[in-house]
């Protein structure tokens, strides 16, 4: 049986309304990437090791630098100053400015006006020990002319040192040294901040390094000052075993480890994932927690040893490539449960991973011949509903739209939709044309979706048999021959519940200001904002309208008012305010809001987890409504 939305969608503007739930539904699904597959893409115009790989506020990826291959002896035959674009919209490389000078084992840090801050690095041929050969020279590169200039050179030279961006824009660099599992070379126990504005450096107090497991010289045990450093999201960085505070610019220790880390990943919640083992093939993770200043086991690799890349993925799981005995194994982390997973294996090892914008991550350099490059695609289906609630009458339709997007490289065959859970309702779906909403197909039947973004959008809807209360119902969008789009709540669930009498049902929708679903907020304090405009389906009532991170603290204060439709000013109240709102929706109502979000520090970009949600409950505080956007800081 062929079914439509019911009927009370009678005016245009709410017909128009719902009409822009389709189109927003494509954007937003590119918020739910999850684990998947490699595949391979253009490959670099020159062979390169031990260079820096960063990604542009254009979505191009700069790399510069490092070395030209390998020779018989792993030594670095040829110092590059060479530099790269690669373009994800094309799959493409491009040659880029040159720096000054060559340099391997240096780094790259994207500056909050878009520059990249580079420094230091080797300025010999040899591998893995170019002491005393170690640049303290620094320059900077305009993606808007692709060009380098210099800027003041740091203290002292280094390599393999830490390079991270603080809060307030200037750049921490510290550390810097060589060990192995039996000898460290300690270098540079000391650091520097490199201002932005007046492009010159200043000491910052001394790193007292990190102890490393197993490493003694001479009977002394090793101290290192090379490793991962992490900012965290009350501003201090994180260096394995001791901590930056750059209010004070003193450096103190924190938690012991039981492994020296090759990666240190923030995680959403704010913890840090410390993976690795400098060379001691220790099988272990840990977490850090800021809190307490601890760390903690969390689960061994899958695939035998740790991988040095760590990418924190948009939907807020870890991918770990590089591992395993051939060094092209990958796998994920979860930090839900703590859990680790193999996924799809690299085709070479490779030296950097970078997350696009897209949530792909590429990987670049290193392997046989040094040039190639690949991407990890999140499962190929991505997929969003719109709205994301409906409240409704007992044997009344509660629809709504749904998109699937194919972003593998074949045909995604049999695709189809099925409530995750058992409800009593029953369920259908079918295809639409995303131009009119009118349903196409037959109802119920598996459809295929084109590759390459091929997408496809459906009506679906729950017909209530008894009284449900509010449930966040997971929806299971999965093909015959494809992995199942993860389910993030809010995104791609519906909020659903059914009464046996009538009540209201408000389906909003939220615009942020690039009608890709995401807000930006400027800076660490700045403020982003979105709207959010509405209609009531259901029979009237005092709605109470409130805002929050869900189930994810996130550093942000939020407020919001009931706007004028036609002016978008306030005017319940008529400034914007951090309590909730409380207004009369009548049935067919149009109200619209205004929402402020405001930073207090950095909000990490993971679109399935960072989220403003907009609720609204009727007078018994029963949810009558919903809708949400990701944030982060930019």
Known sequence: MRYRYRRPLRSNAVLTLLGTFLILTASAASDALAAGTWSTTGSMTVNRAFYTATLLTDGRVLVAGGCAAFDDNGGCPTLLASAELYDPATGTWSATGSMSVGRWAHTAT?????????????????????????????????????RWSATGSMSVGRSEHTATRLLDGRVLVAGGAECTINICTVFNPSAELYNPTTGTWAPTGSPGGTLLKGCTTNGVPCRTFFGPATLLLDGRVLSTGELYDPATGTWSPTGSTTVFHNTATLLVDGRVLG???????????????????????????????????????????????????????????NPANGTWSPTGSMTVFHNTATLLADGRVLVAGGGPDGTSAELFNPSPLLAAVLPSSRSVQVGTLATAFATIINTGTSTATGCQIAPGT??????????????????????????????????QTFVFAFTP??????????????????????????????????????????VAMSATLKNDGIVN??????????????????????????????????????ALCQTNPSTAQCVNPTVPTTSPVVTTINTNETPTFGLFVTGTSIVPFAPASSRIFVRFQDARAVPRGSTSVAVRTQ
């Open 465 to 506: 048999t008894a009284a449900i209360p509010a449930t966040d119902v997971p929806l299971n969008f999965f093909c015959a021959n494809a992995l199942a789009a993860p389910v993030v709540s809010g995104l791609n669930t519906l909020l659903l519940s059914a009464s046996t009498t009538p009540v209201p049902d408000i």
């Open 422 to 455: 058992t409800l009593p309702a029953d369920f259908a779906f079918q295809t639409t044309d995303p131009a009119t909403n009118a349903v196409t197909g037959t109802v119920n039947t598996p459809v295929d979706i084109p590759a390459n973004k091929g997408m």
């Open 110 to 146: 994207p500056l909050m006006d878009g520059r990249v801050l580079v420094a230091g690095g080797c300025d010999t041929q040899a591998f893995h020990d170019c002491f005393p050969g170690t640049r303290a020279s620094a320059e900077l590169y305009d993606p808007t002319t692709g």
């Open 275 to 333: 993976t690795g083992s400098g060379g001691l093939n220790d099988p272990i993770a840990e977490l850090y927690t800021p809190a307490t200043g601890t760390w903690s086991p969390t689960g061994s690799t899958s695939v035998g040893t740790f991988g040095g890349l760590a990418t924190r993925l948009q939907d807020g799981e870890v991918l770990v490539a590089g591992g395993g005995p051939t060094g092209t194994s990958a796998e994920l982390y």
């Open 521 to 558: 907020i400027p800076g660490t304090m700045g403020t982003g904002v979105f709207a959010v405009a509405t209609v009531n389906l259901g029979a009237g009532g005092t709605i109470t309208v409130s805002a929050d991170t869900g189930l994810v603290p996130l550093p942000v204060s939020i």
